[in-house]
């Protein structure tokens, strides 16, 4: 079945600290794509990074940097030194196509709370 | 290029009335899914559409409803608004979602209260 596990429901960490959130996920599917998001308190969700199921080079983006590793289906998403401004629900997703159409299936999300 | 706008952004309804929220995907982008979220569902797919025709529709009642216009526009309707209807509705666009390539680009949502 396809599924998406984010464990981690809420975390909080103090500014600069490193964060690391954690994705599982399951599919049957061999092609697939795997994505990040970010919600503010605003409500809409900002896209940050897509990956797709052959590439398995890690990526990093400034602060931000995605560990995508198929021999545990994890796509983990680490902020450096982190900032309130970080302060968010982050989602993580999967768009596989085993049912014969590609859907997203969305984790439940996990609030990241950076303090001051 | 002007993002994925969805109007209004803020309404209060009461049980029994009916609701039609509109979502405008950015331009070229054929493909428009609904979500809806909730703090104790998460985000749950409503339904997607593409060039006018419905091709994927998630577990909601038929009170839940959709279309898609010739310019992708596309709108949902609630029909006899219930209090566990209240929820933040996002709209997504995409070239086509199905392709599983492209990537779904969110508007800002519409937040939706029943009293």
């Known amino acids: 079945a396809q599924k998406v596990t984010q464990a981690q429901t809420e975390i909080s960490v103090v500014e600069k600290e490193d964060v690391t959130l954690d994705c599982v996920y399951e599919?049957?599917?061999?092609?697939?794509?795997l994505f990040w998001y970010k919600q503010p308190p605003s409500g809409e969700l900002v896209f940050l990074i897509r990956r797709n199921s052959f590439d398995e080079q890690n990526e990093i983006s400034g602060r931000y940097s995605w560990n995508f590793q198929k021999s545990t289906s994890s796509f983990n998403f680490t902020i450096t030194a982190s900032q309130v401004v970080d302060s968010a629900v982050y989602f993580c997703?999967?768009?596989?196509?085993?049912?014969?159409?590609?859907?997203?299936?969305f984790g439940t999300g996990t609030r990241l709370k950076v303090l001051a | 290029k002007a993002g994925v706008t969805q109007t209004p952004r803020y309404l209060i309804k009461t049980r029994g009335q009916q609701v039609t929220l509109s979502c405008s995907p950015i331009?070229?982008?054929?493909?428009v899914s609904w979500y809806q979220q909730t703090p104790g569902q998460g985000l749950q797919f409503l339904f997607e559409?593409?060039?006018?025709?419905?091709?994927n529709k998630g577990n909601f009642p038929g009170r839940f409803s959709g279309r898609q216009f010739s310019n992708s526009r596309s709108e949902m309707n609630v029909s006899t608004l219930e209090l566990g209807d209240s929820a933040l509705y996002l709209c997504?666009?995409?070239?086509?979602?199905?392709?599983?390539?492209?990537?779904?680009?969110f508007g800002p949502g519409t937040r939706l209260t029943v009293l």
């Open positions: 997703a999967l768009s596989e196509g085993s049912s014969g159409t590609y859907k997203y299936i």
């Open positions: 331009s070229g982008h054929r493909s």
């Open positions: 599919t049957r599917d061999t092609t697939y794509y």
């Open positions: 997504a666009s995409s070239l086509d979602v199905a392709r599983g390539t492209d990537t779904q680009y």
């Open positions: 559409y593409f060039s006018e025709t419905q091709r």
